[in-house]
């Protein structure tokens, strides 16, 4: 523990679901905590039993021309912002030849410029302070992606690009960033939150099972417990030297050093191609 602590978080889609258990970790070790939820009057089931350290503001993620308002309430709320969680996402599985825009462009506005614009919106009270904690929700599919997951998984990989290259513009300021990487959680991610969609075309008939099945065969039999999501997120901010990227449950950490192993193998396997453009002296 630092000498920070109490610490006031900002946790954004804070109704169920991983931020809802973020916030309600920050709360019971005594954090302040502001979340945004999207109920139209901005009541949170946390509320009662939190009265002096729990506000909680209606927001909807695409709506970015709300985000400095809301920020500037959290801030008026307890004075500062020690940590910044992007948890407002939503998942979408689907074909992507037959993905229309409409589909993947809504999920873009959420998961990715919704995430930079709240960034954004806090950066400079985090800068002001030379202190603050930029926590970013992207995926497994962050970093390997996965048939039917084209456009969640670009949306994911943005998050990663974005956050690798702002750590080394602002870490100089005493301001961290990193990167969680969840594997499955029983959370509702599998269910509520999961947009699917199926192409009729023969040529997708696997992929379309596994689509179709998805739901059925994930939802309620993920590794990851929810309930420990948000105290691994309280150890994290706990760190003095926290990481870039932090894969959580077995099924992420395996398949990031699966890909990563098979990446070193097919960089060695294609080196004098590589090496072959090179200017000649």
């Given at each position: 523990?630092?000498?920070?602590?109490?610490?006031?978080?900002?946790?954004?889609?804070?109704?169920?679901?991983?931020?809802?258990?973020?916030?309600?970790?920050?709360?019971?070790?005594?954090?302040?905590?502001?979340?945004?939820?999207?109920?139209?009057?901005?009541?949170?089931?946390?509320?009662?039993?939190?009265?002096?350290?729990?506000?909680?503001?209606?927001?909807?993620?695409?709506?970015?021309?709300?985000?400095?308002?809301?920020?500037?309430?959290?801030?008026?709320?307890?004075?500062?912002?020690?940590?910044?969680?992007?948890?407002?996402?939503?998942?979408?599985?689907?074909?992507?030849?037959?993905?229309?825009?409409?589909?993947?462009?809504?999920?873009?506005?959420?998961?990715?410029?919704?995430?930079?614009?709240?960034?954004?919106?806090?950066?400079?009270?985090?800068?002001?302070?030379?202190?603050?904690?930029?926590?970013?929700l992207s995926s497994?599919?962050?970093?390997?992606?996965?048939?039917?997951?084209?456009?969640?998984?670009?949306?994911?990989?943005?998050?990663?690009g974005y956050s690798?290259?702002?750590?080394?513009?602002?870490?100089?300021?005493?301001?961290?960033?990193?990167?969680?990487?969840?594997?499955?959680?029983?959370?509702?991610?599998?269910?509520?939150?999961?947009?699917?969609?199926?192409?009729?075309?023969?040529?997708?008939?696997?992929?379309?099972?596994?689509?179709?099945?998805?739901?059925?065969?994930?939802?309620?039999?993920?590794?990851?417990?929810?309930?420990?999501?948000?105290?691994?997120?309280?150890?994290?901010?706990?760190?003095?030297?926290?990481?870039?990227?932090?894969?959580?449950?077995?099924?992420?950490?395996?398949?990031?050093?699966?890909?990563?192993?098979s990446v070193s193998?097919?960089?060695?396997?294609?080196?004098?191609?590589?090496?072959?453009?090179?200017?000649?002296?």
């Amino acid at each position: 523990m630092t000498n920070q602590s109490p610490r006031t978080w900002l946790i954004t889609g804070a109704d169920k679901g991983l931020g809802h258990a973020t916030a309600k970790a920050a709360l019971e070790r005594g954090d302040r905590v502001i979340v945004t939820v999207l109920a139209p009057d901005g009541s949170h089931n946390l509320a009662a039993q939190y009265p002096d350290t729990l506000r909680s503001f209606h927001l909807d993620a695409r709506d970015h021309a709300r985000f400095d308002e809301v920020v500037a309430q959290a801030e008026r709320a307890f004075g500062r912002i020690d940590v910044l969680v992007n948890n407002a996402g939503y998942g979408l599985l689907a074909i992507a030849e037959s993905t229309p825009a409409d589909k993947y462009r809504n999920m873009f506005e959420i998961n990715f410029f919704g995430l930079v614009e709240m960034t954004r919106a806090v950066l400079p009270i985090m800068r002001r302070q030379r202190a603050g904690h930029i926590i970013n929700l992207s995926s497994k599919a962050g970093f390997v992606g996965s048939a039917g997951f084209a456009f969640y998984s670009a949306s994911k990989f943005a998050v990663e690009g974005y956050s690798e290259a702002l750590v080394k513009e602002i870490g100089h300021l005493g301001i961290h960033v990193t990167i969680i990487e969840p594997g499955g959680f029983r959370s509702d991610f599998a269910g509520p939150s999961l947009v699917c969609a199926t192409s009729d075309d023969a040529d997708y008939a696997k992929t379309n099972h596994m689509i179709e099945k998805y739901v059925e065969e994930r939802h309620g039999k993920q590794q990851s417990d929810p309930a420990k999501f948000g105290p691994a997120l309280c150890r994290l901010v706990d760190a003095e030297q926290p990481p870039l990227r932090l894969p959580l449950g077995i099924d992420s950490i395996q398949l990031i050093r699966d890909d990563l192993r098979s990446v070193s193998e097919e960089l060695d396997r294609w080196e004098e191609l590589t090496m072959s453009t090179m200017v000649d002296d």
